[in-house]
């Protein structure tokens, strides 16, 4: 089945610089991958998803980039704000009828 | 204009004593899951609905069962509850179309704080 893993598990970054969380998966033929993100005692709510048909996205301050050859996705956080500190987390998934398979959480503090 | 709606949002229970989850969605969608979270670790699923078929993870307990009457409802029951299954449990819908190149997005309701006392 499939398996993801993400790094780092914690990361601390200035407000103001970049941050970036790296996911892997197992399965060549997982082709969506969601990003949530997690605050203390809500919900995960989705920031950003990517297609396998699609190396990039972009929204805003936040981008995906997808490596389909090398099977793994980052998140890519720039200008990063005192609210951009969460649990992020990455989530892989086959077609229809598979599950979605989380990565462990990155925890991301900015520092102001 | 709440999508996924979860109740109650704290539930205290007595160990052993049985307990009941619900989730509803607005959304219409197929598919509806269950998961549970437990502090500073990923949502692990438990079960999922796809349209009526029920498809239970391998490892979740048999002390956890779920119910769907109908497309808009969903519930966890928690059997005999014991002090390990204290957690958040995220009730979440997507849309399966059933395609191969249209993925849909997976939505989470604000999820349900068991504590077992």
């Known amino acids: 089945g499939e398996n993801v893993e993400q790094h780092p598990s914690t990361l601390s970054v200035q407000e103001g610089d970049s941050a970036v969380i790296k996911c892997t998966y197992s399965?060549?033929?997982?082709?969506?991958f969601p990003w949530y993100k997690q605050e203390l005692g809500k919900r995960p709510q989705l920031i950003i998803d990517?297609?396998?048909?699609?190396g990039e996205k972009k929204d805003q301050r936040i981008a995906v980039t997808l490596n389909k050859t090398a099977k793994h996705f980052s998140l890519h956080i720039t200008e990063t704000q005192p609210e951009d500190s969460a649990v992020y987390f990455c989530?892989?998934?086959?077609?229809?009828?598979?599950?979605?398979?989380f990565g462990p959480g990155t925890r991301l503090s900015v520092l102001p | 204009d709440a999508m996924v709606i979860q109740n109650p949002r704290y539930q205290v229970t007595q160990f052993g004593k049985p307990v009941t989850l619900s989730c509803s969605q607005t959304?219409?969608?197929?598919?509806m899951y269950w998961y549970q979270q437990k502090s500073s670790q990923a949502p692990k699923l438990l079960f999922h609905?796809?349209?009526?078929?029920?498809?239970n993870e391998a490892d979740t307990p048999d002390n956890f069962q779920s119910r769907r009457p109908n497309t808009s409802f969903c519930f966890l029951d928690i059997r005999s509850p014991g002090l390990g299954d204290a957690a958040m449990y995220l009730c979440a819908t997507s849309r399966d179309t059933g395609g191969t190149t249209i993925q849909e997005t997976q939505y989470f309701g604000p999820g349900t704080r068991l504590l077992v006392l």
């Open positions: 399965d060549s033929a997982s082709n969506y």
């Open positions: 959304l219409n969608h197929n598919v």
């Open positions: 990517i297609r396998s048909n699609v």
């Open positions: 609905y796809y349209d009526k078929d029920f498809n």
């Open positions: 989530a892989a998934r086959r077609n229809y009828g598979q599950n979605f398979v």
